[in-house]
C-alpha cells in the first residue's frame, strides 16, 4: 500500500534501542495531547495521552513528556521493535468539542 | 468490542461528481469526527457530529457536508468534488459526556481518488 510517511522527517533507530520523537504545537491554550500511530494503509491508533496538568506520563514501553513552558510534546520508545516503525503524529485538543488538531508527523523505521 | 468502521476502502469518482462515505461508530461511542488525511500529511478536522448535529467545523467549504443517525454512525458528503478532494477520509469516534479527555478512536479510512 501506499505510504503515509512520504517527504515526513524520519527518525532510524536499531532495533533494542530507544527512540525520541518531538513535536513542537502552537496552542498554548491545548489542554490535552496525545500520541498516535499509523500504519501504512490504516487509520491513526492511540498510544498514549496527557493533559496539561501533568507532565509525564507512562504506558507499556512508552513514555509522554509535557513541556508547556516551551510547549514541546515527546514520545520515547523503550526497546523499539520492528512493529514500531510506522509514523507517529502528536495531537493537541481544547476543552470543548474535541476538535484534535494533529502534527505534520514522523516516520520511524526500525533498522533489524 | 467493535471497533470503527469505513466504507469503502477505495473509491474512484470524477470530478464534479458526489460522494456518500459512511461510517459506523465503536461500540458505546456517541460522538462522530470526520478527518480529511492528503498524502504524506497529518489528518485535517473537518467536522464533528453529537446528538445528530454538527457541532464543529474546521475549514472545509459547504460542499462537505455531513449526517449523524440516531444508532450513532455517520455519513460524509462531498459534492461538486474536486481533484484536490483525493486523500483518505478518516472517522473517528468517541465517548463525549465521560470528559473532554478521550482519545479519538480511527477507522482506516476511504482512500478517496478523483479524476
Known amino acids: 500500500g501506499e505510504s503515509v510517511g512520504l517527504h515526513l522527517p524520519t527518525l532510524s533507530v536499531q532495533e533494542g534501542d530507544n527512540s525520541i520523537i518531538n513535536c513542537a504545537y502552537s496552542?498554548?491554550?491545548?489542554?490535552?495531547f496525545i500520541w498516535y500511530k499509523q500504519e501504512s494503509g490504516k487509520g491513526p491508533q492511540f498510544i498514549i495521552d496527557?493533559?496539561?496538568?501533568?507532565d509525564k506520563r507512562q504506558g507499556q514501553r512508552v513514555t509522554v513528556l509535557l513541556n508547556k513552558t516551551v510547549k514541546h510534546l515527546s514520545l520515547q520508545i523503550a526497546a523499539t521493535q520492528p512493529g514500531d516503525s510506522a509514523v507517529y503524529f502528536c495531537?493537541?485538543?481544547?476543552?470543548?468539542?474535541?476538535?484534535?488538531?494533529f502534527g505534520t508527523g514522523t516516520k520511524l523505521q526500525v533498522i533489524p | 468490542e467493535t471497533g470503527v468502521t469505513q466504507s469503502p476502502t477505495h473509491l474512484i469518482k470524477t470530478r464534479g461528481q458526489q460522494v456518500t462515505l459512511r461510517c459506523s461508530s465503536q461500540?458505546?461511542?456517541?460522538?462522530v469526527s470526520w478527518y480529511q488525511q492528503a498524502l504524506g500529511q497529518g489528518p485535517q478536522f473537518i467536522f464533528q457530529?453529537?446528538?445528530?448535529?454538527?457541532?464543529g467545523r474546521g475549514n472545509f467549504p459547504p460542499r462537505f457536508s455531513g449526517l449523524q443517525f440516531p444508532n450513532y454512525s455517520s455519513e460524509l458528503n462531498v459534492n461538486a468534488l474536486e481533484l484536490d478532494d483525493s486523500a483518505l477520509y478518516l472517522c473517528?469516534?468517541?465517548?463525549?459526556?465521560?470528559?473532554?479527555?478521550?482519545?479519538?478512536?480511527f477507522g482506516n479510512g476511504t482512500r478517496l481518488t478523483v479524476t
Open positions: 496527557i493533559r496539561s496538568n501533568m
Open positions: 473517528a469516534s468517541s465517548p463525549r459526556g465521560q470528559g473532554i479527555d478521550s482519545p479519538l478512536h
Open positions: 496552542n498554548s491554550a491545548s489542554d490535552y
Open positions: 457530529y453529537y446528538r445528530e448535529e454538527e457541532n
Open positions: 495531537a493537541e485538543s481544547t476543552g470543548g468539542y474535541q476538535k484534535v488538531t
Open positions: 461500540s458505546g461511542h456517541n460522538t
